[in-house]
Antibody, heavy 124, light 107 residues
Framework: QVQLVESGGGVVQPGRSLRLSCAAS????????MHWVRQAPGKGLEWVAV????????YYADSVKGRFTISRDNSKNTVYLQMSSLRVEDTAVYYC?????????????????WGQGTPVTVSS | DIQMTQSPSSLSAFVGDRVTITCQAS??????LNWYQQKPGKAPKLLIY???NLETGVPSRFSGSGSGTDFTFTISSLQPEDIATYYC?????????FGGGTKVEIK
């Protein structure tokens, strides 16, 4: 069955960097786009970034553009989120999520499987 | 960005009640609307895709309808295990956007 396991979260000071990882299994990873979605404490869901199945196309929410970078290693079935210049408002649980469509346009996707999330706290 | 307005933000109902949640998009999104369930402390789970299609394995008491700008999510007979927050999400326009969520509780 599909499994997505995030790691790398923690407490970090404003302005610092952190890299999240999401290890996938149970499906042909190289055929699917992958997303990151976050949820601030007590708040709703916010889509953050998506990467196409081949890793070429990447798209970001305006709130993180220029600070976050999504990447993937299809040989390791893993997607990453490099977060730089972190702000207090980036504090959230970060979920990775699988796109629903095989070889689909990552800008027209949605999330059919989610990981359990990894918490990130940005605080001085 | 497309704004998704969900209502109510919370509701309380008896076991066995019919529960309805609405989601309104700020512009026409055709059928490209999904519903997710998030239980406390857990990741969201896809329930309904393309406005009215039940994801595999999801109980048939859950249903969705609508198109264009107005959508409805229904639980036909509320069960104790349905306690959760429910979110709508559009994917017709990029970036993807979610509604604010509806917290469902048992009376």
């Amino acid at each position: 069955q599909v499994q997505l396991v995030e790691s790398g979260g923690g407490v970090v000071q404003p302005g610092r960097s952190l890299r999240l990882s999401c290890a996938a299994s149970g499906f042909p990873f190289s055929g699917y786009g992958m997303h990151w979605v976050r949820q601030a404490p007590g708040k709703g869901l916010e889509w953050v970034a998506v990467i196409s199945d081949d890793g070429i196309s990447k798209y970001y929410a305006d709130s993180v553009k220029g600070r976050f970078t999504i990447s993937r290693d299809n040989s390791k079935n893993t997607v990453y989120l490099q977060m730089s210049s972190l702000r207090v408002e980036d504090t959230a649980v970060y979920y990775c999520a699988k796109d629903w469509r095989y070889h689909g346009d990552p800008r027209r996707g949605y999330f059919d499987y989610w990981g359990q999330g990894t918490p990130v706290t940005v605080s001085s | 960005d497309i704004q998704m307005t969900q209502s109510p933000s919370s509701l309380s109902a008896f076991v066995g009640d019919r529960v309805t949640i609405t989601c309104q998009a700020s512009q026409d999104i055709s059928k490209f609307l999904n519903w997710y369930q998030q239980k406390p402390g857990k990741a969201p789970k896809l329930l309904i895709y393309d406005a009215s299609n039940l994801e595999t394995g999801v109980p048939s008491r859950f249903s969705g309808s609508g198109s264009g700008t107005d959508f409805t999510f229904t639980i036909s007979s509320l069960q104790p295990e349905d306690i959760a927050t429910y979110y709508c999400q559009q994917y017709d326009y990029f970036p993807f956007t979610f509604g604010g969520g509806t917290k469902v509780e048992i009376k």
